[in-house]
């Protein structure tokens, strides 16, 4: 009896490890696939599980986004986590908005770069940012109803 369950014991401990490897695989293969807009080799699995999603597209880097800043140029910034619930509600009503208004708004990932939080002074996600001459001009920050990101476009954004 004894011999059973240390054979069945074994089983399952190679059963999870060879689990555990399938998934690194796949996950390493769809960083691989995607092109990986985030310049890092190990991602969170939220944002794996985000890189092939169209809401997500049209990543920025901190130093990208800091440079684009500083150069004056108007930058709408989305900032969101993959894993935080009021981003997962938000983004599939914002990102179409933005489509159908013709606003170039590009998305950091707070979960990747969290550093960031104190970089633009981000207190909750979401926060749309826009910027003009290298200053913040608006910010809208939380889970709102499409009108009201239609409101913050068409005043902030839409008005240069």
Same mark, same amino acid.
């Not at 509600?89 to 179409?96: F, G, H, R, S």
């Not at 606003?103 to 909750?124: H, R």
């Given at each position: 009896?004894?011999?059973?369950?240390?054979? @069945?014991?074994?089983?399952?401990?190679?059963? @999870?490890?060879?689990?555990?490897?399938?998934?690194?695989?796949? $996950?390493?293969?769809?960083?691989? $696939?995607?092109? $990986?807009?985030?310049?890092?080799?190990?991602? !969170?699995?939220?944002? *794996?599980?985000?890189?092939? !999603?169209?809401?997500?597209?049209?990543?920025?880097?901190?130093?990208?986004?800091?440079?684009?800043?500083?150069?004056?140029? /108007?930058?709408?910034?989305?900032?969101?986590?993959?894993?935080?619930?009021?981003?997962?509600?938000?983004?599939?009503?914002?990102?179409?908005?933005?489509?159908?208004? !013709?606003?170039?708004?590009?998305?950091?990932?707070?979960?990747?770069?969290?550093?960031?939080?104190?970089?633009?002074? *981000? #207190?909750?996600?979401?926060?749309?940012?826009?910027?003009? !001459?290298?200053?913040?001009?608006?910010?809208?920050?939380?889970?709102? /109803?499409? #009108?009201? @990101?239609?409101? @913050?476009? $068409?005043?902030?954004?839409?008005?240069?």
């Amino acid at each position: 009896m004894r011999n059973k369950m240390l054979i @069945f014991g074994g089983i399952v401990v190679l059963l @999870f490890i060879a689990l555990y490897f399938v998934t690194n695989y796949q $996950n390493n293969q769809a960083v691989e $696939n995607s092109g $990986n807009p985030y310049g890092k080799e190990n991602l !969170d699995q939220a944002t *794996i599980d985000q890189l092939d !999603d169209p809401n997500y597209q049209n990543q920025i880097r901190p130093e990208e986004l800091s440079e684009r800043i500083e150069s004056g140029e /108007p930058t709408t910034v989305y900032f969101y986590s993959p894993t935080c619930v009021y981003c997962q509600q938000t983004t599939p009503k914002l990102v179409p908005l933005t489509e159908e208004m !013709d606003v170039e708004m590009v998305k950091l990932n707070l979960l990747e770069f969290e550093d960031q939080w104190g970089t633009y002074g *981000i #207190e909750a996600t979401p926060t749309v940012v826009h910027f003009e !001459d290298g200053e913040e001009v608006s910010r809208i920050t939380g889970a709102h /109803p499409e #009108e009201n @990101f239609r409101a @913050f476009f $068409n005043e902030v954004v839409l008005s240069e």
